[in-house]
């Protein structure tokens, strides 16, 4: 695992301990779900700049985290 998984684990980890049914139901906004799905549809189709590259980054980093502390939260649910 890299030093930057190994963080954001920590990290989620933490999130899920504070607040594990606030976690759980997190989603993203509409409009950021809408700016995901345009700049992944740009990446399928090479026309992505490499501003927008690295927001994509961005959020997809954003999810693993969010993704991690889900799955740490459920486990404190015991569900």
Same mark, same amino acid.
């Given at each position: &695992?890299? *030093?930057?998984?190994? *963080? +954001?684990?920590? @990290? *989620?980890? $933490? &999130? *899920?301990?504070? &607040?594990? +049914? +606030?976690? $759980?139901? %997190? #989603?993203?906004?509409?409009? @950021? +779900? #809408?700016?995901? %799905?345009?700049l992944t549809t740009k990446k399928k189709k090479g026309i992505i700049t490499s501003a927008e590259s690295e927001e994509l980054e961005k959020y997809l980093t954003y999810d693993l985290l969010i993704g991690l502390a889900k799955a740490r939260a459920f486990q404190a649910l015991g569900k």
């Open positions: &695992m890299t *030093a930057s998984v190994l *963080a +954001q684990d920590q @990290i *989620a980890s $933490l &999130m *899920a301990d504070i &607040m594990p +049914q +606030q976690i $759980l139901s %997190f #989603k993203f906004s509409g409009d @950021i +779900q #809408k700016r995901i %799905f345009s």
